[in-house]
Antibody, heavy 122, light 108 residues
């Protein structure tokens, strides 16, 4: 069965960086894109960006441009999201999610990771 | 950027009742690339509807989606106890893939 398993919770100081991993199993990793979505405490969902696991193309939310980098390691079927220059308002649960459609130009998301809480605090 | 507005913010209903949730977009959503997700406390979102009206795998037929252009609706025909949750719409027709603020369906 399809599973996305994310790395554990992180506590970071303002200005630091965090790298969250998302290990996929149960499907051909290179056939689907992966998106990252975050959710601040008690708030709604915010789309952060997308990476194609088949060609490495990325598309980031404009507000995060320059601070976020999404990568994949096809040898381990793992996607990564790195966020730099962390601020207190980056405190959130970060989710990875798989495209519903294979090798699609655009897609919604049918499988989600369990979420990774990143806390930014001095 | 397409802004999605959901109404109402909270819907208080009893099990067995019908729930009608609205999602309105600031501009037309291309190819009806509109999805609905359900989220329960402490859980990741779950895909219910894609392409505005297609049920995702394993989703009960009491959930239905409709609409096109800028106005979309999620209907739950008869609320079951497990349906009380927050529901988000998302457009994925243009970047960024924005989400609505959510509608909370709680028990009356």
């Amino acid at each position: 069965q399809v599973q996305l398993v994310q790395s554990g919770a992180e506590v970071k100081k303002p200005g630091a960086s965090v790298k969250v991993s998302c290990k996929a199993s149960g499907y051909t990793f290179t056939s689907y894109g992966i998106s990252w979505v975050r959710q601040a405490p008690g708030q709604g969902l915010e789309w952060m960006g997308w990476i194609s696991a088949y060609n490495g193309n990325t598309n980031y939310a404009q507000k995060l441009q320059g601070r976020v980098t999404m990568t994949t390691d096809t040898s381990t079927s793992t996607a990564y999201m790195e966020l730099r220059s962390l601020r207190s308002d980056d405190t959130a649960v970060y989710y990875c999610a798989r495209d519903q459609r294979m090798k699609a130009v655009t897609s919604c998301y049918d499988y989600w990771g369990q979420g990774t809480l990143v806390t930014v605090s001095s | 950027e397409i802004v999605l507005t959901q109404s109402p913010g909270t819907l208080s209903l009893s099990p067995g009742e019908r729930a009608t949730l609205s999602c309105r977009a600031s501009q037309s959503v291309s190819s009806s690339y509109l999805a609905w997700y359900q989220q329960k406390p402490g859980q990741a979102p779950r895909l219910l509807i894609y392409g505005a009206s297609s049920r995702a795998t394993g989703i009960p037929d009491r959930f239905s989606g409709s609409g096109s252009g800028t106005d979309f609706t999620l209907t739950i025909s008869r609320l079951e106890p497990e349906d009380f949750a927050v529901y988000y719409c998302q457009q994925y027709g243009s970047s960024p893939h924005t989400f609505g603020p959510g509608t909370k369906v709680d028990i009356k």
